[in-house]
């Protein structure tokens, strides 16, 4: 079950992060500081009572940005991103964009399935590895 993020849903989410993206993962204190943005909306997939991903958006106009997803299964980081663009859509959102380690193959793959493409590279943005910067028109 997908369903929006709430607040008692952050320790089990920053658990989540810690596992997906070791030292670069977010503390709970950013996770409470980007849930309290105008603008930015998160869900969490759940199996059960256990959170099993999660994504997180942020729009501004006609732009968006995939801000985090994570999940330990295949399939949920899929659906929810599907959520994540179909919010978008809803909210008049033209452009989505998002950054990714340019050596996370699965989710290169996920992104381009969507419609994402890379549009440009940042050097030496995560420890070890470049960010590749894709964009969807919605």
Known sequence: MIE?????DIAPVTVL??????????????????????????????????????????????????????????????RLLDVAMDAAREAGVEALYLDVRDDNERAIYLYASRGFEEINRRAGYYAGADALIMRSSL
């Open 4 to 8: 929006r993020m709430r607040w008692m």
């Open 17 to 78: 992060d810690e596992k997906s993206f070791g030292n670069q993962a977010w503390t709970e204190e950013f996770f409470w500081s980007q849930m309290a943005v105008p603008g930015n909306r998160f869900w969490v997939a759940r199996d059960g009572s256990q959170v099993v991903g999660y994504v997180g958006l942020s729009i501004s106009g006609p732009q968006g940005d995939i801000l985090t997803l994570a999940s330990d299964r295949r399939g949920v980081g899929s």
